[in-house]
């Protein structure tokens, strides 16, 4: 096939495939330059104020990040709300969008119109503060995880991929004495796991960067995922606010910029290294979940 190709076919692919590099070169370059401030030493990133491999390696930042057992009572804690979560969010989207997907389900539209609804329009901040208060979910997990447990976005996408399966199938499956959740769990989701597998990586990302409903919910410190310790970080090192004493009085600050970098890379490597696992159904199942309204 590539002998057949003519040479101004052979020339466009020369310059289609130098142009991706590029602009994947680009896109990476800050990623790097993050990565690899967060072991230079002070003086280099004072001097070169870019850097992509650093001339000596310091291990200062990440020091004083990990000089205490609160980044990694964190970490657990994001981690457990992210799992959970995650789970509970898809068992949720799946089963409402399979409802949903259904042409003789009454009262269809309406709930559907529901649903588009809460995408242009919340009720607020202070609504949203007094229903979880009412529902004593204050300082629980459970406010971390049950208010946004469905989104509408995600749900969309979901109901579009369950109403593009074949309905031959579920038909089938009728004749056979299967019932609605037989055919669900044996046949419709085993047939999404691309649509389940990126809608998983968006709700995981959006767990995982819980920052202001801990804020707003968790009264106990203790129970403050990884985004809200990190920002604690970067005030100390920012010389704003807050108490050193849990990193030791001889401790020497490191640079802010250095916390800075470290705090990027601890916040986000975790949630990026669940990626490759699900690459091979994200793209399939993002397009195909959006070409059928």
């Known amino acids: 096939m590539l002998q057949d190709k003519s040479t101004g076919s052979r020339v ?14 680009v896109t990476m370059l800050p990623f790097i330059h993050v990565i690899a401030g967060s072991f230079t030493t002070v003086g280099e990133l004072a001097q070169k104020q870019f850097v992509l491999i650093p001339t000596v390696w310091s291990l200062e930042a990440y020091r004083f990040i990990f000089s205490t057992n609160v ?9 457990g709300v992210t799992l959970f979560g995650t789970l509970i969010s898809m068992l949720l989207t799946a089963l409402m969008a399979y409802g949903l997907s259904k042409p003789h389900l009454y009262g269809r539209k309406q709930l559907m119109f529901l ?19 009412e529902l004593g979910l204050i300082d629980s997990y459970a406010a971390l995880i049950m208010p946004s447990a469905i989104n509408a976005f995600n ?10 399966l074949p309905d031959g199938l579920e038909e089938s499956a009728k004749i056979d004495g299967a019932g609605y959740w037989g055919i669900f769990t044996k046949i ?8 389940i597998a990126t809608i998983s990586l968006f709700y995981a990302v959006t767990y995982w960067n819980t920052y202001l409903p801990a804020i707003l919910y968790l009264d106990d410190s203790a129970k403050w995922p990884v ?9 100390l090192a920012s010389g704003l606010a807050g108490d050193t004493s849990e990193f030791g009085s001889d401790y020497v600050m ?21 990626y490759p696992f699900l690459q091979k159904h994200f793209a399939k199942g993002a397009l195909i979940g959006s070409i059928k309204g």
Request: net charge positive.
């Open 12 to 25: 466009f692919d020369v310059l289609n495939y130098s142009l991706l590099f590029v602009i994947a070169a």
């Open 71 to 79: 980044v990694f009572k964190a970490l657990a804690v994001s981690v």
């Open 115 to 133: 649903v588009v609804f809460t995408m242009l329009f919340s009720g607020g901040l202070i609504p949203s503060f007094l229903v979880v208060k």
């Open 155 to 164: 749900l969309v996408i979901m109901r579009n991929f369950f109403q593009n």
């Open 188 to 195: 419709v989701i085993p047939l999404s796991m691309p649509a």
């Open 227 to 235: 985004q809200v310790i990190l920002r604690q970080i970067v005030v």
């Open 254 to 274: 490191p640079p802010e910029q250095t916390i800075k970098m470290a705090v990027i890379v601890v916040a986000t490597v975790p949630i990026l290294l669940v």
